[in-house]
């Protein structure tokens, strides 16, 4: 019963309505993170048995004009992008971020935590072709880090489970940007055009107030094609689509469970973290160990992805939430130590997904994308066993002060 609805009431037969994906959330993108823990090592053990060439034919195998990956990669992964522009536009209109304090504290947090890894990269890679792929690091993994948050239990506060996400959230937003304006091939004019009008139509759209959503997914899948043969990569037709999505902030309450961004959100949410990504995540985790030599985890890349994550993401993430507070810019988490504050930090060095995902747009060749993902896969594992370690160990509070 919603509060000071009575018995007899209208407002006493309504039923609740349903949190928002990050918010109620915590529960099912956590669940998501463990499926997609699963089929990381599912790859894993297939690429490095007898099923191994199997596993590569079968993702290069054409599908039509994409091979079975790149389907994956460009078409699924839209989906994945499509969803997370919906969830940045929610937190900022009609969540968490919806005010500058709300948006200080993940903020400076989410600037510290993409320009220290990048840092940690180029130290590494600085004069060389393979500093292009100073981004790799830069993101966190928002599933796959609830994920191991979820085995912890309540031993970590519900505060610092939000700070995780909406940090996450907003280095999506940086990771999107990265992508559109870093890694970008030759544009096409003619279907950038294109691929503006469309975008033109669906902002009109929302101007005119259109709320069914069939209107929208028809236009974002024409939006998706002209994007993919823009040179723009075609999972930017996500965030963009996304933008356009309408919503009705409501002031006073959670949310408008019944306005279009919403009903969408909820209902791809479980596509995306229960299929999209755990599949994305079998699809490019494989890693073929039994061949490499020792010194592979020497090489360049390697160590600027795996330093960048596990070195940079805690050290810029923490330094700047401790800047914040001590300038008064904002609180520190309630009910958390500083402790377990620097737990979820070196959480956020959990990159796989969109790590692995700008990996593979930063290099092409099979040398590189091993190293890549070599990376990947250590600094998000020191990352995690660190970050639950020290959240494991340390002694809860009660409600801090900055």
């Keep these: 019963m919603p509060a000071g609805a009575k018995p007899g009431t209208p407002g006493a037969m309504t039923k609740p309505r349903p949190l928002s994906a990050i918010r ?32 590569a034919h079968a993702l290069h195998a054409p599908l039509g004009p994409l091979s079975v990956q790149h389907w994956i990669n460009d078409g699924l992964m839209a989906v994945f992008f499509l969803l997370v522009g919906l969830e940045i536009k ?44 100073w981004a790799i690091p830069a993101a966190t993994d928002i599933a796959f880090a ?40 030759g544009l096409d004019p003619t279907m950038l055009g294109l691929a503006a009008l469309v975008l033109a139509i669906l902002v009109g759209l929302n101007r005119a107030g259109v709320a069914a959503l069939t209107p ?17 990569h075609a999972t930017v037709a996500g965030v963009l689509l996304a933008m356009t999505i309408p919503i009705r902030p409501s ?50 890349v390697t160590l600027g992805v795996a330093g960048g994550l596990f070195v940079g993401k805690q050290v810029g993430v923490f330094a700047a ?20 504050v620097y737990g979820v930090a070196v959480l956020c060095g959990i990159g796989f997904t969109m790590s692995l995902f700008i990996g593979a747009l930063a290099f092409t060749d099979a040398a590189h ?26 002694a809860p509070r009660g409600p801090a002060r900055a």
């Design 24 to 55: 109620n959330a915590l529960a099912s993108e956590a669940a998501g993170g463990l499926v997609l823990m699963a089929a990381a090592a599912c790859a894993l053990v297939v690429a490095n048995t007898g099923l191994a060439e199997t596993y």
């Design 90 to 133: 929610r937190e900022a209109l009609d969540g968490r971020l919806r005010t500058w304090p709300d948006r200080a504290l993940p903020g400076i947090a989410a600037i510290g935590g993409m320009a220290v890894p990048a840092l940690v990269y180029l130290a590494f890679n600085a004069g060389t072709g393979t500093a292009r792929g």
């Design 146 to 185: 609830l994920g191991v948050l979820a085995l912890l239990g309540k031993r970590v506060p519900v505060s610092l489970k939000i700070l995780l996400s909406a940090v996450a959230i907003v280095d999506d937003l940086g990771a999107v940007v990265i992508i559109a304006l870093v890694y970008t091939g």
């Design 216 to 232: 929208y997914l028809l236009l974002g899948l024409v939006l998706w094609v002209l994007v993919l043969r823009s040179g723009v």
């Design 251 to 300: 002031p006073g309450r959670p949310e408008d469970a019944t306005s279009p961004l919403h009903r969408l959100e909820h209902a791809i949410t479980p596509f995306v973290a229960f299929g999209i990504v755990p599949l994305f995540g079998f699809a490019n985790a494989g890693v073929p160990l039994l061949g490499l030599s020792p010194g592979a985890l020497l090489d360049p």
């Design 321 to 340: 939430l401790r800047l914040a507070v001590s300038l008064g810019l904002a609180h520190r988490p309630g009910g958390a130590t500083w402790r377990q």
């Design 369 to 394: 994308e091993t190293e890549v993902k070599l990376g990947v896969l250590v600094g998000s594992l020191l990352s995690g066993l660190a970050g639950a370690a020290i959240l494991g160990s340390a």
